[in-house]
């Protein structure tokens, strides 16, 4: 059971550079008037 420890710090820290990868795509690609609302909608999907 020692091994579960560090597997699950892998998995968290995968899933968290997953997700700034994706919501810095996300910003990187909308533009202007459009930030805002992809902004919003980002942050209620992984709420």
Not at 16 to 43: D, F, H, K, V
């Amino acid at each position: 059971m020692t091994d579960l420890g560090p597997e699950m710090d892998w998995q968290v820290q995968e899933s968290y550079w997953a997700m700034r990868t994706l919501c810095q795509a996300t910003i990187a690609s909308a533009s202007g008037p459009e930030l805002p609302r992809n902004r919003s909608r980002t942050n209620d999907h992984f709420r």
